[in-house]
């Protein structure tokens, strides 16, 4: 049934939209960033920002080990990498992430193996986690979308019980608990991005680990495969400029080390972590509230004794329900003036349905990993199907949040969810039957 009431003509009819000013940036910078960027320049090549980065981590997250890279999609390969697995191996984790927190497992020569979601968290499913392991299985991955903690005691408890290595990908969870616990610290590796995410480096990523001998693989790989003193985690790998130095390239590896330049920015932006955190929380609870029972609207489920952090704000769109498709409701928020709503995530395509995956895209024509070397297909993503990716994921939408949302920008964000999803509900029969 329509909701009764005052309803406004949409701005994307020519109605008056609900804001006209720009959000702000996401992020605060001001002389502390200044001052950490100025002492690199006086102490160029220390590596000195680095390292109190990755004291920062340690210390936040009581972690054993920290490891700075360029970026978060190095940190989810060397963690990779540091699993030391064969040619082949299977690796489980979601189809529904940035390219990033999967282009490591085949970099490695492995093989992804995507399994469905969870319709209400839009995180992994653990029994069709456990429902995917084989005798190739080396490891699994989950991805806390959105800022949204997986299940981890079922995914833990299902890894333990095949002996299997569990890496979390925190990109946009920083900060976020499951059960009380950091994310990042329940699994064998943690890894997090500091590009654009909730707290920036500028360009970065970060692993944490409690394990020396992962520590000791992944801090090699991200330097070019070299041997590793673990006293001072530094390469001893021999350069033009220390030759003599004991110690070589020990193993295949790439490239991903972070630079003082975007660690001292890290440091400075780490210092306001907690407000940034509390921002994204503020808003998401006002949100919750205003939102929760439009018709044809899903807020994303966060479990009872877990904290997310909104990196995202994650939502769906019931077409019949709300009396308008996922698309036209979105384009129809953006003309309000909420230019950070965007929607369908992935464009609503698992990744498993891109061309790297689908047409085997990966080193010339050979399609190696996922075709071997004798020609016999390992896996054919054609056949892949996850039923409630494919039917959830192209109604999901979200929120880029930002850490500096005032009252205001969430209310403006409110009004504009409720005038577009009341409109089209008290207009649902037309808009269905003419198809909008």
């Not at 994204?280 to 205003?290: T, V």
Request: proline share 4%; hydrophobic share 35%; aromatic share 10%.
């Amino acid at each position: 049934m329509a909701i009764e009431g005052r309803l406004e003509k949409l701005a994307i009819d020519g109605g008056m939209p609900v804001r006209t000013e720009p959000f702000k940036g996401n992020f605060i910078f001001d002389n502390n960033e200044r001052q950490h960027l100025m002492e690199v320049m006086d102490n160029w090549n220390s590596n000195f920002k680095v390292k109190a980065l990755t004291d920062a981590f340690e210390k936040k997250y009581g972690v054993d080990y920290a490891i700075a890279t360029s970026s978060g999609s190095g940190a989810i390969h060397s963690a990779v990498a540091a699993l030391n697995l064969e040619p082949g191996d299977e690796i489980i984790t979601t189809a529904t992430t940035d390219i990033g927190g999967v282009q490591g497992i085949v970099l490695q020569n492995l093989i992804p193996v995507f399994a469905d979601w969870d319709a209400d968290t839009f995180n992994t499913d653990p029994a069709d986690i456990e429902n995917r392991i084989t005798g190739r299985t080396g490891g699994i991955i989950v991805t806390h979308l959105f800022g949204n903690p997986c299940d981890m005691d079922e995914i833990m408890s299902i890894a333990r019980k095949h002996d299997l290595p569990v890496i979390e990908d925190c990109a946009q969870a920083h900060l976020a608990k499951y059960k009380g616990k950091l994310v990042g610290t329940i699994g064998d590796i943690g890894c997090f991005s500091l590009g654009g995410k909730t707290l920036t480096t500028g360009g970065g990523g970060m692993i944490i680990t409690n394990n020396r001998e992962l520590a000791a693989r992944a801090i090699g790989h991200s330097l070019k495969g070299a041997e590793v003193d673990m006293e001072t985690r530094s390469s001893l790998a021999p350069t033009s400029y220390r030759r003599g130095t004991p110690g070589g390239y020990a193993s295949l590896g790439d490239y991903h080390k972070m630079s003082d330049l975007s660690a001292a920015v890290g440091l400075a932006q780490f210092e306001r972590l907690d407000s940034y955190t509390q921002v994204r929380r503020h808003a998401a609870a006002i949100l919750d509230e205003q939102l929760y029972e439009l018709p044809g609207l899903t807020i994303q489920l966060v479990r009872p004794g877990n904290e997310h952090t909104y990196y995202t704000y994650g939502y769906k769109i019931d077409e019949f329900e709300m009396g308008a498709t996922p698309i036209n409701f979105w384009r129809a928020i953006r003309a309000e003036g909420i230019e950070i709503a965007e929607g369908p995530y992935l464009r609503g395509t698992p990744l498993y349905r891109y061309p790297i995956f689908a047409d085997a895209q990966t080193y010339g024509n050979s399609g190696y990993p996922f075709i071997d070397e004798q020609g016999r297909k390992r896996i054919d993503y054609n056949e892949v199907s996850l039923p409630v990716v494919e039917r959830e994921l192209p109604k999901t939408g979200f929120i880029l949040f930002r850490s500096t949302f005032s009252d205001r920008d969430v209310a403006d964000i409110a009004t504009a969810f409720r005038k577009v999803a009341l409109y089209y509900n008290a207009h649902r029969d037309k808009s269905i039957s003419a198809g909008t």
